[in-house]
């Protein structure tokens, strides 16, 4: 059985979809529906007030991630990136030892089915430009102004700080 929350957040209403052992996706929607919530959702939720609230840098879900090799790697790298730090698609890249995988590092991230959570809007182009994102470049405005505010070091659940070996 699925089910659904939805939270109202500054960047815009989350949806957030589970089963009864895993969160299956968080993405944005202009719209609420009917819920079902259960206590991953909820789980989820609260973890995502607290982010939103500027109390949380780390998250711990049990996602359920599907995807190639390829978009593993780049998710977990995108989880490397300290809160309130972006990094450029080409430095992804060149993490993953793809340094020539520049435009499959944006496909990837646009297969992110957990926004925020995966943060792939801290991801900009190399020139400093604030690139694309799946859930609207307002969006990705207001999650980086939002944890430039709240900057801290701490980035994905498991991942030390200073830990990520990706450039600075």
């Given at each position: 059985?699925?089910?659904t929350e939805?939270?109202?957040?500054?960047?815009?209403?989350?949806?957030?979809?589970?089963?009864?052992?895993?969160?299956?996706?968080?993405?944005?929607?202009?719209?609420?529906?009917?819920?079902?919530?259960?206590?991953?959702?909820?789980?989820?939720?609260?973890?995502?007030?607290?982010?939103?609230?500027?109390?949380?840098?780390?998250?711990?879900?049990?996602?359920?991630?599907?995807?190639?090799?390829?978009?593993?790697?780049?998710?977990?790298?995108?989880?490397?990136?300290?809160?309130?730090?972006?990094?450029?698609?080409?430095?992804?890249?060149?993490?993953?030892?793809?340094?020539?995988?520049?435009?499959?590092?944006?496909?990837?991230?646009?297969?992110?089915?957990?926004?925020?959570?995966?943060?792939?809007?801290?991801?900009?182009?190399?020139?400093?430009?604030?690139?694309?994102?799946?859930g609207g470049?307002?969006?990705?405005?207001?999650?980086?102004?939002?944890?430039?505010?709240?900057?801290?070091?701490?980035?994905?659940?498991?991942?030390?700080?200073?830990?990520?070996?990706?450039?600075?």
């Amino acid at each position: 059985m699925t089910h659904t929350e939805f939270l109202k957040t500054p960047a815009d209403i989350l949806q957030i979809t589970a089963d009864e052992d895993y969160i299956l996706s968080i993405h944005f929607t202009y719209r609420t529906g009917e819920e079902n919530p259960n206590a991953l959702t909820r789980k989820c939720a609260a973890q995502l007030t607290e982010y939103f609230d500027g109390k949380r840098t780390a998250f711990g879900l049990p996602l359920k991630t599907e995807g190639t090799p390829f978009q593993r790697a780049v998710w977990d790298a995108l989880c490397a990136i300290p809160y309130g730090e972006t990094r450029s698609y080409e430095d992804i890249a060149a993490f993953i030892g793809s340094p020539k995988g520049v435009r499959a590092v944006g496909g990837a991230n646009a297969r992110n089915a957990f926004t925020i959570v995966i943060p792939c809007h801290r991801v900009i182009r190399k020139d400093g430009t604030i690139g694309g994102y799946g859930g609207g470049i307002e969006r990705k405005k207001i999650l980086l102004k939002h944890e430039t505010a709240y900057k801290s070091s701490a980035s994905c659940t498991g991942v030390s700080p200073g830990a990520s070996g990706l450039p600075v």
